[in-house]
């Protein structure tokens, strides 16, 4: 709860601080993959390892269910880039710079996840990696390189508030935005003075997370969050297909048609590799959010109404 309130607290300090922070921490947590693909390098080099392991998969499943068993996880993974289009308001030159930046992170974080994978693959079998509850730490230890444990669980600490850091300025800015075009309530776009942070959706946001962790395990809700990140991609490939035929005068990124195609296949393929159990809480947090929806559009209907008569 105080790690909580802290990223809450640093949120609100501006976005400047904000991102000055998760620069740092996305440095530290990187440096614990590349500590990982390093050694295992040398394990290798060193006549260790068994090559032929990175095309095994787990007893009793084929490739396909283990990839698609895979991929719901990965997605967490790459939680934050979409988080990314949520301030992109205050970003300079957004139609420049942000679409290379968001090109070039996700190239950067794909070459590493695929390094740490064949890294793991080689080190141990793929049914003790699917068993451990530290694998990339059992993966240090299994090359018998003297990396010292305390330091993974340093650097996988600062990965979790890196990622809690991220998903406050996500959530508190996407609040924001909703209050601002009256989808929610329009007390959530209240902003500080002097900082002009978002203060009251900071705290709502703030206070659900808080809820959040006294319910259910990490792997439910992790396997929640891509639930409904599947659904907001899908929207938003959807969306792509449909504002293309737009005509605006500034100028814009432009994707090819298939490129969102192929983007609603996967979402709605991945979709169906989730638990029932998963569904259930993802679909109750969707129900909290609809009647939050119907709630501000009768308040201000009613508001419309008063001031007509």
């Known amino acids: 709860m105080v790690f909580l309130v802290i990223v809450g607290a640093l949120t609100a300090r501006g976005i400047r601080e904000s991102m000055s922070a998760n620069l ?34 787990p007893e009793g499943s084929g490739v396909g269910l283990a ?31 942000y679409p290379k930046a968001l090109f070039a992170a996700l190239l950067t974080a794909g070459a590493v996840y695929v390094l740490v994978g064949l890294a ?3 080190a141990l079998p793929a049914d003790e990696l ?35 850091l991220l998903t406050m300025i996500m959530a508190s800015r996407l609040a924001y935005g909703m209050a601002e075009r009256t989808l929610l309530p329009s007390g959530l776009g209240r902003v500080l003075p002097g900082r002009k942070t978002p203060w ?7 206070i659900v997370a808080m809820l959040l962790t006294l319910v ?27 504002l293309r035929r737009d005509r605006v005068e500034h100028d814009h990124f432009h994707v090819w048609t298939f490129v969102p195609v192929l983007g609603i296949a996967s979402c709605i393929l991945l979709l169906t590799q989730q638990r029932a159990i998963v569904w259930l809480f993802g679909g109750g947090l969707l129900v909290i959010g609809l009647a939050l929806y119907g ?7 009613r508001k419309a109404a008063a001031h007509v008569e």
């Open 24 to 57: 740092v921490m996305t440095a530290i947590e990187l440096s614990g993959l590349v500590i990982v693909i390093a050694v295992v390098g040398f394990f290798v080099a060193g006549g260790g390892g068994d090559v032929s392991r990175v095309m095994e998969t």
């Open 67 to 97: 990839v698609l068993g895979g991929a719901i996880i990965a997605y967490y993974s790459f939680v934050g880039f979409e988080t990314s289009a949520n301030v992109i308001e205050e970003v300079k030159d957004p139609s420049r710079t």
């Open 120 to 122: 793991s693959a080689v």
């Open 130 to 164: 699917q068993q451990s509850t530290g694998p990339l730490l059992d993966v240090v230890e299994a090359t018998g390189i003297g990396v010292p444990s305390w330091l993974f669980s340093l650097i996988a600490l600062i990965a979790v508030a890196n990622g809690a």
């Open 200 to 206: 009251v959706a900071i705290v709502v946001t703030m």
């Open 216 to 242: 259910g395990d990490l792997a439910t809700l992790a396997e929640t969050v891509v639930l409904l990140l599947l659904f907001v991609f899908l929207s938003a490939n959807v969306s792509v297909l449909v």
């Open 295 to 301: 709630l501000t559009q009768w308040a201000r209907r």
